[in-house]
C-alpha cells in the first residue's frame, strides 16, 4: 500500500494510456459533433418525414446504455463482415452516443432564441443564410457551450468504457498493471487521480468563465428526458 | 428476437435491483450532503463540495473496480458483485441527486425560511414540515432522469460480473455470434425499463409547470 513509493513507476504508461484516453475523447467528438447539428436540423425540420428518423436515432442513442451500444460495435459489426480495430469500434460506439446527446443540446440551444427574432430576421429581408448566420448562431452558441463542455467531461469518462473492448486507454493500461502487480488499490487510485485531475481543471476553468451557467451542467449528467434536464 | 428475449430476461431482474438499490442508497445519502454543502460554515461545506466534486470527476467503471477490487476483496471484507454495484453506483448519484436536492432547497423562497424562523421551529421541524414538502415537487422530475442515468449506468456491473441484461448478452454472444440481434434487444430492454421513470418524470413536470403558472 505504497501509494506514492510506486507511483512515479507507473505514471509514465498511464499517461500514454491518458493520450490514447484523450484521442478517443477527440475523434468521438470529430464524429459526433457534425451529426449532432445534422440531426438537431433533422429534428427541427418541418418535414414529419424527416423529423421521425431522427427523434428514433436521438431516442435511440440516449436510451440504449453506452456499454451496449460499445458491444454492439464491436460483436455486431463483423457479422457484416466489417472488422475494425477496438480503438475505431469504440469510435463508432462514443461518436453515435456523442451525436444523439450534442442533437438535444443544440436543438435546445435553437430553441432557446425567441420567435420574435427569427421573425424580425425575416421582416427585415435577411435570407436565410444570414439569418442563422447573424441571428441565430450567436446567440445559440452562448447557450449551447456550457452544456457541451459538461458533455465533453462525460465523453471523456466514457471512454473508460472501452476497456470493455481492450483499447489500451488509462484505464486498461491501470487494470493490466494491477493484475501484474495485484496493487488494485494503488493502480486503481492513481488512475482515478488522473482520470479526477483534468475533469475537475476543466470544470474550474468553466466556473471562472461562466459562473451563472454551469448550474445547468448538474442537468445534462442525466439524460434529458424531461423538458427541465435540457435547461428549457 | 424471442429466443433473444428469453435469455436476457435472465438478467433483468438484477438489472432492476441494481438500479433500485443504487437509487434508494444514492436519494438517503444525497439529502445530507446537500444539507452540508448548503451549510454557512465553509468547515462544514468544503469537505462536501470536495466529496461531491470527486465523486462525479471519476467513471463510474473506475469506482466500481475500487469497491470491488480494492474495497471488498480483503480478508476482512467480501463483497458480492452486487454489493459492489449497489455501493459504487449509490455513492456516484448520492453527488448527483445531492446537486438535484440543492436545487430544490435553493428554489424555497427565503421568506419561508425566515418565517419558520420567526416561529421558532426547531431545524429539524423547519425542514420536515416546511421546507421538504415544497422541495419534493421540483425535485422529482430531475430525480426521475437521474434514475434513468442510473439504470443505464448500471449495465456497467457486468464488467466486474454481476448477471445482469448486458453479463447476459455478452454470454450469449460468445455462444450464437450474433452480437447485432443480442445488442439490439439488450438495448431494446433498457430502453423500455426506463419509460416508466420517464412517464414520472413528465407528469411531474407538468404538475410542476402548472402550479408555477397558476401561481
Redesign the interface.
Given at each position: 500500500m505504497s501509494i506514492w513509493s510506486e507511483w512515479h513507476a507507473y505514471l509514465p504508461d498511464y499517461l500514454d494510456g491518458l493520450t490514447v484516453t484523450l484521442r478517443l475523447t477527440g475523434v468521438s467528438l470529430l464524429v459526433g459533433l457534425p451529426l449532432g447539428v445534422a440531426l438537431a436540423l433533422a429534428l427541427t425540420a418541418p418535414s414529419k418525414a424527416i423529423r421521425r428518423p431522427a427523434v428514433l436515432v436521438v431516442?435511440?442513442g440516449r436510451?440504449?446504455?453506452?456499454?451496449?451500444?460499445l458491444?454492439?460495435v464491436?460483436?455486431?459489426?463483423?457479422?457484416?463482415s466489417l472488422t475494425w480495430s477496438s480503438f475505431a469500434c469504440a469510435t463508432i460506439a462514443l461518436g453515435f452516443t456523442t451525436a444523439a446527446y450534442t442533437a438535444d443540446i443544440f436543438r435546445a440551444g435553437v430553441n432557446s432564441i425567441p420567435v420574435g427574432h427569427r421573425e424580425a430576421a425575416q421582416a427585415l429581408g435577411l435570407s436565410h443564410g444570414k439569418e442563422l448566420r447573424l441571428i441565430v448562431l450567436p446567440q445559440a452558441i452562448r447557450v449551447v457551450v456550457p452544456p457541451l463542455v459538461g458533455f465533453c467531461i462525460l465523453l471523456y469518462?466514457?471512454t473508460?468504457?472501452a476497456?470493455?473492448v481492450s483499447v489500451p486507454e488509462l484505464?486498461s493500461r491501470?487494470?493490466s498493471q494491477?493484475s501484474i502487480t495485484y496493487q488494485?488499490?494503488t493502480t486503481?487510485?492513481l488512475?482515478?487521480l488522473v482520470?479526477?485531475a483534468l475533469?475537475?481543471a476543466v470544470?474550474a476553468l468553466l466556473n471562472v468563465r461562466w459562473p451563472r451557467r454551469t448550474?445547468h451542467l448538474?442537468?445534462v449528467?442525466?439524460?434529458?428526458?424531461?423538458?427541465?434536464?435540457t435547461g428549457r | 428476437m424471442g429466443e433473444i428475449l428469453g435469455v436476457l430476461a435472465d438478467g433483468v431482474a438484477q438489472t432492476v435491483q441494481i438500479t433500485l438499490a443504487s437509487f434508494v442508497v444514492a436519494a438517503v445519502l444525497g439529502l445530507p450532503l446537500a444539507v452540508l454543502r448548503m451549510s454557512d460554515s465553509w468547515l462544514i461545506r468544503l469537505p462536501a463540495v470536495l466529496v461531491v466534486?470527486?465523486l462525479?470527476?471519476?467513471?463510474?467503471?473506475?469506482?466500481l473496480?475500487?469497491v470491488y477490487?480494492?474495497l471488498g476483496?480483503t480478508d476482512r471484507v467480501q463483497l458480492s458483485t452486487f454489493q459492489a454495484a449497489v455501493i459504487g453506483l449509490g455513492l456516484i448519484y448520492a453527488a448527483?441527486l445531492s446537486?438535484?436536492y440543492r436545487?430544490g432547497l435553493d428554489a424555497v423562497p427565503a421568506g419561508q425560511w425566515e418565517a419558520a424562523l420567526a416561529l421558532a421551529l426547531p431545524r429539524l421541524q423547519t425542514y420536515r414540515r416546511v421546507i421538504l414538502p415544497q422541495t419534493l415537487i421540483v425535485v422529482v422530475?430531475?430525480m426521475?432522469?437521474?434514475a434513468?442515468?442510473l439504470l443505464?449506468?448500471?449495465?456497467?456491473a457486468?464488467?466486474i460480473g454481476a448477471t445482469d441484461i448486458?453479463f447476459q448478452?455478452?454470454q450469449l454472444?460468445q455462444q450464437d455470434?450474433?452480437?447485432?440481434g443480442?445488442?439490439?434487444v439488450?438495448?431494446?430492454l433498457?430502453?423500455a425499463l426506463?419509460l416508466p421513470?420517464?412517464a414520472v418524470?413528465?407528469g411531474?413536470?407538468r404538475a410542476?409547470s402548472r402550479r408555477l403558472a397558476g401561481g
Open positions: 431516442e435511440i436510451g440504449a446504455p453506452a456499454l451496449v451500444v458491444y454492439f464491436y460483436y455486431g459489426l463483423p457479422q457484416l469518462q466514457g473508460s468504457l476497456y470493455a484505464l491501470a487494470y494491477a488494485f488499490t486503481l487510485i488512475a482515478g482520470y479526477a475533469s475537475l470544470v448550474r448538474a442537468d449528467t442525466a439524460p434529458a428526458e424531461s423538458p427541465t434536464a | 466534486e470527486i462525479r470527476a471519476v467513471p463510474p467503471i473506475v469506482w473496480f475500487l477490487f480494492s476483496s448527483h446537486e438535484a436545487a422530475p430531475p426521475a432522469t437521474f434513468i442515468a443505464k449506468d448500471s449495465a456497467i457486468s464488467v448486458t448478452a455478452v454472444t455470434l450474433n452480437g447485432l443480442n445488442f439490439a439488450a438495448g431494446l433498457y430502453i426506463g421513470f420517464a418524470a413528465r411531474a413536470d410542476l
